[in-house]
């Protein structure tokens, strides 16, 4: 017979042969490895054998008290969750077990779909708390790399700045340094847009994860949205020979979400087209409304992401480097930024690629719907170009 | 007769601070060369037979002047180049817990970034004499 791999384990303690007995037929009916023992030394010994997700204990036994086997349990791991038994379910021993760290009672005689409801609730809560720690381990390991590498990138240009600045006070007679100073000053100026641009995709990186970024919920066309950032970009995409095409449907696009963050959402990605690719090169921004989504790609024919690199592409300060891109400046957060952003509308972002061919990011998003007794269909495209168009209906 | 001048390959990631350092030593009468990542400069380093080379840490690769020093050790002819390690991120090579005589890192100065120039230019003619060598 096959069992499921990780069948969790549950120990029960407890004196009363026909409660051991009953316990562990329901618990073993309901999938679980059930092990029981009559005492709690040897209840403790088997929770330290068995390592169990769940113990119930019995409050009243004879020998080592069911107030010490959970502080016992608790010392082993503090994860295992601990339900008791008591025969006597007053107030009061609730109150010492639950001191004691007891998750929930079962006050003698319990049902069976008491002792079922229990102890899936002390699992699931045990469930939620082991992610969470999983979660906060990886918080602190990402933070802890997050410093390193924002640090690494902040002091890189200030490194490159007070070379020059020492240079040029060292150098201060040479006619050489005269012949390079204005354009030493051009790179330093340069370089210092560049730390600018790495604090603001840090902070605004800090504001998504912690909530404080504007959450506004209006009404958001994308087209229009769309159209302003490649307006924005004329000019750099000009300088980089490549072209730049919206081809976004008749009707609106809209969605429901922060202004703001979906103009950095598809700047990010707007911006990233024009940069990866190449001269001669084009990039189409294409729309599209279907079955409640709106989906919208920014397709490029540039040079590409290599497969290797595509999983690694939204993680925080990974950049695809290779020999082509040297020179391509940025701070290798703007798509873990644009990730952040879509997940948070409750979306998704998703990358198409092949190297020397283009990439296309295509970004997916609950269509905007009317609120109840709004009519929102067929409005005319002047209408929609609105920037203050919210939640008007018509 | 004057010998030709003593050369210097500056490697580094950032074209800025390999530009300005390369710069100061030029007005020292050094040559030098630039390479902007570890296997380029160890072509370089076999094909301009530097006297001195200037290395980074972390380039496109956290480690790879690590690498390109171990690499540049292995390599016959170079072996006895003098390597000076600037870095940035590490202000003291123990960080990576590997003492600094083990053999393993195997360069000669180390100076972190930003570097004080008249400082490395001293260390540079200690170790490899003026620029260029006066008749």
């Keep these: 017979m096959s069992e499921p791999a990780e069948r969790e384990t549950i120990v029960i303690i407890d004196d009363d042969y026909a409660i051991r007995l009953s316990c562990k037929k329901i618990l073993s009916k309901m999938g679980f490895r059930a092990e029981t023992f009559e005492d709690g030394a040897q209840g403790l010994e088997g929770v330290a054998r068995l390592k169990p997700g769940l113990a119930v204990?019995?409050?009243?036994?004879?020998?080592?008290?069911?107030?010490?086997?959970?502080?016992?349990?608790?010392?082993?791991?503090?994860?295992?969750?601990?339900?008791?038994?008591?025969?006597?379910?007053?107030?009061?021993?609730?109150?010492?077990?639950?001191?004691?760290?007891?998750?929930?009672?079962?006050?003698?005689?319990?049902?069976?779909?008491?002792?079922?409801?229990?102890?899936?609730?002390?699992?699931?809560?045990?469930?939620?708390?082991i992610e969470s720690r999983r979660a906060?381990?990886?918080?602190?390991?990402?933070?802890?790399?997050?410093?390193?590498?924002?640090?690494?990138?902040?002091?890189?240009?200030?490194?490159?700045?007070?070379?020059?600045?020492?240079?040029?006070?060292?150098?201060?007679?040479?006619?050489?340094?005269?012949?390079?100073?204005?354009q030493w000053f051009d790179r330093c100026l340069a370089r210092t847009g560049e730390m600018q641009t790495i604090i603001k995709d840090w902070l605004t990186l800090a504001r998504i994860e912690g909530d404080t970024l504007s959450r506004q919920r209006v009404k958001v066309d994308l087209k229009r949205i769309v159209a302003d950032i490649l307006a924005t970009y004329e000019e750099m995409a000009g300088q980089n020979s490549v072209s730049l095409e919206a081809r976004m449907p008749e009707d609106a696009c809209c969605v429901r979400g922060d202004r703001n963050c979906l103009s950095v959402l598809f700047d990010n990605l707007i911006v990233n087209a024009i940069k990866y690719n190449k001269p001669g090169g084009k990039i189409t921004v294409s729309g599209e409304a279907r079955e409640g989504e709106i989906e919208i790609s920014v397709i490029d024919t540039g040079v590409g992401i290599p497969e290797r690199y595509r999983q690694l592409l939204f993680d925080e300060f990974f950049r695809v480097e290779d020999e082509g891109n040297k020179k391509t400046a940025g701070t290798g957060l703007g798509l873990a930024i644009s990730k952040k952003i879509v997940s948070e509308m409750g979306g998704s972002i998703a990358v198409e690629s092949e190297v020397d061919v283009g990439s296309t990011f295509r970004v997916r998003l609950l269509a905007y719907r009317a609120q109840a007794g709004e009519e929102d269909n067929n409005r005319s495209p002047d209408e929609l170009t609105s920037e203050k168009d919210t939640d008007r209906g018509r | 007769m004057s010998s030709p001048a003593k050369k210097i390959l500056i490697v580094d990631d950032d074209h800025d601070f390999a530009e300005a350092v390369s710069s100061y030593l030029e007005a020292?009468?050094?040559?030098?060369?630039?390479?902007?990542?570890?296997?380029?400069?160890?072509?370089?380093?076999?094909?301009?037979?530097?006297?001195?080379?200037?290395?980074?840490?972390?380039?496109?690769?956290?480690?790879?002047?690590?690498?390109?020093?171990?690499?540049?050790?292995?390599?016959?002819?170079?072996?006895?180049?003098?390597?000076?390690?600037?870095?940035?991120?590490?202000?003291?090579?123990?960080?990576?817990?590997?003492?600094?005589?083990?053999?393993?890192?195997?360069?000669?100065?180390?100076?972190?970034?930003?570097?004080?120039?008249?400082?490395?230019?001293?260390?540079i003619r200690q170790r490899i004499g003026e620029g260029e060598a006066k008749a």
Excluded at chain 1, 157 to 170: C, E, F, M, R
């Design chain 1, 57 to 129: 204990v019995d409050l009243k036994m004879p020998g080592i008290s069911g107030m010490e086997v959970i502080a016992r349990v608790h010392e082993m791991d503090p994860e295992i969750v601990v339900v008791v038994i008591t025969g006597y379910p007053t107030i009061d021993t609730a109150v010492a077990a639950m001191k004691c760290g007891a998750y929930d009672f079962l006050p003698k005689p319990f049902s069976p779909d008491e002792l079922r409801l229990i102890v899936n609730r002390g699992l699931e809560r045990r469930r939620l708390a």
């Design chain 2, 28 to 123: 020292q009468d050094y040559v030098v060369v630039k390479a902007h990542e570890g296997r380029e400069g160890l072509r370089l380093a076999k094909m301009e037979r530097p006297d001195l080379i200037i290395m980074d840490i972390v380039m496109n690769e956290r480690t790879e002047g690590f690498f390109t020093v171990q690499e540049l050790r292995r390599t016959a002819e170079l072996k006895a180049v003098p390597i000076f390690v600037l870095s940035s991120l590490y202000s003291k090579i123990t960080d990576f817990g590997v003492p600094p005589d083990s053999g393993w890192l195997a360069h000669d100065e180390f100076f972190s970034k930003p570097v004080d120039m008249p400082a490395l230019a001293e260390k």
């Design chain 1, 136 to 182: 906060e381990v990886e918080r602190a390991l990402l933070k802890r790399r997050f410093v390193t590498f924002v640090s690494h990138q902040l002091q890189t240009p200030l490194v490159a700045i007070h070379q020059y600045l020492s240079v040029l006070k060292n150098l201060e007679h040479t006619e050489d340094a005269a012949a390079k100073r204005q």
